[in-house]
């Protein structure tokens, strides 16, 4: 009888180990989830700030071209050239 028991004791320890272990499992697969999409957001923002990065790269290295600076005066200060007339449409 007490053989019995001891291996109806070693059963249930297996089990409980097992159950642990597959708790522990489930539980680590799901933080791995949410660090691969915290990756991804993070890769993401890191592009986006790349992009940004080169444009104002560009945006430096051409700021002294002449055509940069007549569309800046053009666009953003409303500058023309001597002899120019502007036409606004006033139909919207």
């Known amino acids: 009888m007490k053989l019995k028991r001891a ?3 070693t059963k249930i320890i297996i ?3 097992i159950v642990y272990a597959g708790i522990n499992l489930v539980s680590l697969k799901l933080q791995v989830t949410e660090a691969q999409e915290k990756r991804d957001a993070l890769q993401t923002e890191v592009d986006d700030v790349m992009q940004t ?3 104002l790269q ?3 290295d051409h700021s002294t071209d002449e055509e ?3 569309d ?3 666009g953003k200060l409303g ?3 001597p002899g120019e007339k ?4 006033t139909s919207n």
Not at 86 to 89: A, K, M, R, T
């Open 7 to 9: 291996s109806l004791i």
């Open 15 to 17: 089990v409980v180990v």
């Open 53 to 55: 990065n080169t444009e």
């Open 58 to 60: 560009y945006a430096i």
């Open 68 to 70: 940069t600076i007549e």
């Open 72 to 74: 800046i005066a053009r």
């Open 79 to 81: 500058l023309v050239k």
């Open 86 to 89: 502007i036409f606004y449409d």
